[in-house]
């Protein structure tokens, strides 16, 4: 239709950019992601000791034993969930460890993490494993976790890595991965391959006070 009134026309051109109803809300704006809002360490992220860590989050079980191992269970576990900068959470380090089921070493060591743990948790230090290969070297399954979290009644944090997200901080070759992580900055304290010592596992000290 043309409106051959030029008042007409300019109110119904008024009308179009204004809109009806000019209390009209304005268009949302765009909502900040949750490492902006401080939810996380900020970067830059490295994989060396001194870095910080960048985000990671696999699935798998907080509590293995509570779930029954049971892969229907498997909850999403990252570490932004023991990111604590004030200590208000009480985590006050993060031990990480990378296993894969072919690795002797890695057997052997479970009994030494579980003796560890007795020591250090109850003085804020969480404990997180993660299955990254089979016994054939190929990507760890929902049913190697379930194995290796009953073979070694493993009751801390396991969760399912097949990616091996955790392969830029070590040589999969010279498995099992240990790291310890300042909760509190998120800054890799130290990184070993292979078994560690007990003088290695003492540095928690310095961050469990």
């Not at 992601?33 to 001194?50: E, M």
């Not at 990671?56 to 293995?64: C, K, L, T």
């Not at 010279?174 to 292979?194: E, H, K, Q, V």
């Amino acid at each position: 239709m043309i409106f051959r009134n030029p008042k007409l026309r300019l109110l119904i051109s008024a009308i179009a950019v204004f809109g009806c109803d000019s209390n009209a809300p304005a268009p949302p704006r765009s909502q900040p992601s949750l490492i902006d809002a401080g939810d996380y360490a900020p970067g830059p992220y490295g994989v060396t000791n001194g870095d910080t860590i960048a985000d990671i989050s696999w699935s798998g079980w907080r509590d293995p034993e509570a779930a029954d191992y049971d892969p229907a269970a498997f909850e999403t576990i990252s570490l932004s969930d023991y990111y604590d900068p004030t200590g208000d959470n009480g985590y006050k380090a993060i031990f990480v460890n990378a296993s894969a089921r072919w690795c002797s070493i890695c057997k052997m060591e479970q009994r030494h993490i579980r003796d560890h743990r007795e020591t250090w948790e109850p003085r804020g230090v969480v404990f997180i494993e993660a299955l990254f290969e089979d016994t054939g070297s190929g990507p760890a399954q929902p049913e190697d976790l379930v194995a290796w979290g009953k073979v070694y009644q493993i009751n801390w944090a396991l969760v399912l890595d097949p990616q091996n997200k955790l392969g830029k901080f070590f040589d999969r070759a010279a498995s099992p991965m240990n790291m310890i992580i300042d909760a509190r900055t998120m800054r890799i304290r130290d990184i070993i391959t292979g078994m560690p010592d007990d003088s290695w596992w003492n540095q928690l000290g310095d961050l469990a006070q």
